[in-house]
């Protein structure tokens, strides 16, 4: 009987430690203070415009996790800037990490700039209908953000609004698609819908699909590709609005990703027209060719697992493929071509097969989160500009007696170190006078 009885009490307090409280702004700092442990559940009953301020000042000089709900009030009508961004007397960067998730009340039209900036243990947002307006940088680098509620489908929602930021936008369903459709490059899914849907199809249930889909992350498993109708799904797949994780089954007609399949090439002024929607894709060993800029522009692809048959990767077949921090290159590949990896950014390491023969022009332009390349001993040529602009390119490995064209490290580091056979030393001292050669020890 005493145990049941201690059990229930028990269970009383912890009830009443993680309830909502309704508070007034006045009141609201004693109630942090004298809070005992546990998440601290608050209802706001007062807030109005005038003194939002109040609230962040007070949740965030306190020790307390809280989870904030602001009640409705007809003054209450926009968050302010930098609600819960509070800079050090320094001027720094300094994190709110005791904001947990927050409940905005109807009649609240905007949602100012940085307001949730940098609340690293943010995790929820629910938004009004009324909600007209989220300026830039309002959820910038909110690491552990997984969901923002949005209910009003002509809220305008800033370019940078989310950066360096990963979280979905929940909407209702009714509304997905337009959501979708006005901002292609943010991430979004149904209200209680799944993560993610997978599919088996056909080439010819493809499109369908996608365009019926309520989910914004697509597994899609293509039963019937090859030579014929992959440039329609590359069509399909580089037009659509959905995160696509895409894997192509073994066809004995399947041989080719033909060139420009997953990009959409240059505006008029020459600059990389961005393809968001393509976020995985695992190729087939019956595919054997990666034609001419097949990824060209694939901005969020950050997985490949490829054909191991492959032997050809066309001129600037990854280029600006910024996601990607691993390329995987064959065995049966002999020739990196011009452009080929261009501005793959995150790639820290190049993995050459011993059959390479030539290194074409700008072939690696812009790697610059590459450190170290180790050049097979089969490398008869690098040509020139290769390696332009990897700044942080230090170290070379030169495996036979390559010839090394001019400006091949241009924009390089002046401090890179060149290690070579002890036998090639002297021809490597006495051809590249300009560079800093040592034997390569074993």
Not at 120 to 135: C, F, G, N, R, W
Request: glycine content about 4%.
């Amino acid at each position: 009987m005493k145990k049941t009885l201690f059990l229930t009490f028990f269970a009383a307090l912890m009830c009443l430690n993680c309830r909502s409280q309704d508070v007034t702004v006045k009141d609201l700092p004693s109630l942090l203070q004298n809070h005992g442990p546990g998440v601290l559940d608050i209802t706001v009953t007062d807030a109005v415009d005038s003194n939002l301020m109040q609230i962040s000042d007070a949740i965030y000089y306190s020790t307390k996790q809280v989870k904030l709900t602001l009640l409705k009030n007809k003054a209450l009508t926009a968050i302010p800037e930098n609600w819960f961004n509070f800079p050090s007397d320094d001027e720094s960067v300094a994190y709110c990490d005791n904001i947990l998730s927050v409940t905005i009340p109807e009649g609240v039209k905007s949602i100012g700039l940085g307001a949730f900036a940098f609340c690293t243990a943010l995790k929820t947002v629910k938004m009004p209908k009324s909600l007209e307006y989220i300026a830039d940088y309002s959820f910038v680098f909110n690491l552990n953000l997984r969901d923002v509620f949005l209910q009003n489908p002509e809220v305008e929602i800033s370019d940078s609004a989310s950066f360096c930021s990963f979280f979905n936008y929940n909407v209702p369903e009714k509304y997905f698609n337009r959501f979708v459709d006005k901002y292609p490059a943010l991430d979004f899914k149904v209200i209680d819908g799944p993560e993610s849907v997978s599919k088996m199809l056909s080439v010819a249930e493809l499109d369908k699909f996608i365009k019926n889909s309520k989910c914004q992350n697509l597994e899609i498993t293509i039963t019937d590709p090859s030579d014929e109708n992959i440039d329609y799904i590359g069509d399909v797949i580089k037009k659509c609005k959905r995160n696509i994780y895409l894997k192509l089954q073994n066809n004995s007609r399947f041989h080719l990703l033909t060139e420009n399949l997953f990009s959409r090439g240059y505006d008029d002024n020459n600059d990389i027209i961005p393809v968001n929607s393509l976020r995985s894709i695992e190729i087939p060993d019956c595919v054997h060719t990666i034609a001419e800029n097949a990824f060209l522009g694939c901005m969020k692809l950050d997985t490949i697992v490829m054909s191991k048959n492959v032997e050809t990767y066309g001129r600037g077949a990854f280029g600006y493929c910024y996601s990607l921090d691993y390329v995987p290159i064959p065995n049966g590949i002999t020739e990196i071509e011009p452009t080929a990896f261009m501005f793959c950014s995150r790639v820290s390491n190049f993995e050459l097969p011993q059959n390479i023969t030539n290194i074409r022009s700008f072939a690696f332009l812009g790697c610059n989160n590459v450190k170290e390349i180790s050049i097979p001993k089969s490398v008869r040529k690098i040509e020139s500009g290769a390696f332009f602009r990897c700044s942080e390119l230090s170290t070379v490995t030169l495996e036979g007696n390559t010839e090394i064209c001019d400006d091949v490290f241009a924009s390089c580091s002046d401090s890179i170190s060149f290690y070579v056979p002890q036998e090639y030393y002297s021809d490597y001292e006495v051809t590249y006078p300009d560079y800093k050669f040592k034997v390569i020890t074993k």
